[in-house]
């Protein structure tokens, strides 16, 4: 994804935009009233993204790809679901069993990992989609529907988690940094919670928020004392962050649902320690509204994307607490390397073809695109086996 810019450079909404985002500001401006006039910033989040038929996930604009918001590292190249299902091929060789897909964006990264575990001779035996979003799930039938008969028919889509625990992969490609987050403002050595209010709107004009601090329940700022307890250093007064609970809650649910196999994470985050760094003082919110990224979730209601880099230390802490064992933890490159990056490149049909895979690979690699800033994690429950993604350099001592 873009690096943040500012509000300047976004584009217009288009009238049928503008329209969409009107309602859900009424939407959330008559919530807050319920409220008392104070709404907190996760549930805020949660409408925004996710209320019925209005939020950005549960209404029918394009998310992904050049008409779209974002770009996820399965559109950029097939490369990454290649390596990706060089790491399934390992756990599923171990275990047997199927995949799970929780938001699977267009379908690319599916139909890549099923063309590749073909090859490798190592299918699942189905390979099933969680998906909340309409037009996503639309899309991915449409993308999936090109597959041979003989991998189109594993694939399902599921409503809900399976009842049942299951065995193989579960993957989770950028989900857990859309889950709603809290947001803080540390003042005085204590936390105290940003929520959302209203802003000065003139009459007839769309509901518009600001943010707004005011003191924290008793668990959320035992939560943040906690938190920030573990720090190496002091947080700064004035020092604003976010902290996601529903994270230990969705780890737990995906726990139960794994009977033995790994769930595999991959999205942007850091260890803790990194995380709340103390130049790190407007925490890691971004948005996504036409492939640029900014930093003000109050404009672009309900048309733009809104999320939070992951906090993967309390990933791990989570997975602990679930009984699942934290397997692997380490940044993009470095699980892309180890899955057989290098080789994907070289086995390319012709020099032309071969360029443009080392182009597409440096964009996943380097620094300064996706390559440090993206992590995988590896969470596990009954495979003692070593996972050759973490081969090149784990990081799990970093959590």
């Known amino acids: ?23 859900v500001r009424a939407l959330i401006g008559a919530e807050l009233d319920a409220r008392g006039g104070w709404l907190s910033f996760e549930r805020f989040m949660d409408l925004a993204l996710y209320a019925p038929t209005l939020g950005y996930y549960s209404a029918g604009s394009t998310k992904l790809g050049a008409a779209g918001d974002f770009i996820t590292a399965p559109e ?23 995949i799970l897909e929780l938001g699977a964006g267009s379908g690319r990264m599916a139909r890549d990992i099923l063309r590749t575990l073909e090859e490798l001779k190592v299918l699942p035996e189905r390979y ?42 579960m993957l989770a490609n950028e989900v857990a940094d859309a889950l709603p987050c809290r947001r803080f403002l540390w003042q005085w050595g204590a936390a105290l919670e940003l929520g959302v209010v209203r802003g000065a709107a003139e009459v007839g004009e769309p509901d518009t928020f600001r943010a707004e601090a005011r003191a ?7 939560l943040c004392t906690t938190l920030t307890a573990e720090l190496p250093e002091p947080l700064p007064d004035g020092y604003e962050s976010e902290v996601c609970p529903r994270l230990d809650a969705w780890i737990a649910t995906l726990g139960e649902t794994l009977g033995r196999g790994a769930l595999l994470l991959t999205d942007y985050g850091l260890p803790r320690r990194h995380y709340y760094h103390p130049q790190r003082d407007r925490g890691t919110l971004r948005c996504h509204f ?11 209601i309900g048309v733009q994307d809104i999320s939070a880099w992951v906090d993967f230390t309390r990933a791990a802490e989570a997975a ?16 892309l390397l180890s899955t057989g990056l290098a080789s994907a490149v070289s086995e390319g049909a012709d020099e032309k073809k071969r360029v443009r895979l080392a182009g597409e690979a440096r964009r996943l690699l380097m620094p300064s695109e996706m390559g440090e800033s993206f992590k995988v994690m590896a969470l596990t429950r009954g495979l003692a086996e070593p996972l050759r993604g973490f081969a090149v350099l784990d990081l799990r001592h970093l959590l």
């Open 1 to 23: 994804m873009t690096a943040s810019g500012p509000r300047s450079i976004l584009p217009p909404l288009s009238d049928a935009q503008a329209e969409h985002s009107r309602a």
């Open 76 to 98: 950029i190249s097939t490369l990454f679901s290649r390596c990706l299902a060089a790491q399934c091929a390992e756990i599923l060789a171990a275990t047997g069993g199927e």
């Open 128 to 169: 099933a989609i969680l998906e909340v979003s309409a037009e996503l799930a639309e899309r991915q039938r449409e993308k999936l529907a090109n597959l041979p008969d003989s991998l189109r028919k594993r694939v399902v889509w599921l409503e809900r988690l399976p009842e049942r625990p299951m065995t193989g992969v």
């Open 216 to 222: 924290a329940d008793p668990d959320f700022a035992q």
């Open 290 to 300: 036409r492939h640029l990224a900014h930093d003000d979730p109050y404009i672009n």
């Open 320 to 335: 602990l607490d679930a009984g699942l064992a934290v397997q692997g933890f380490t940044t993009q490159a470095a699980f």
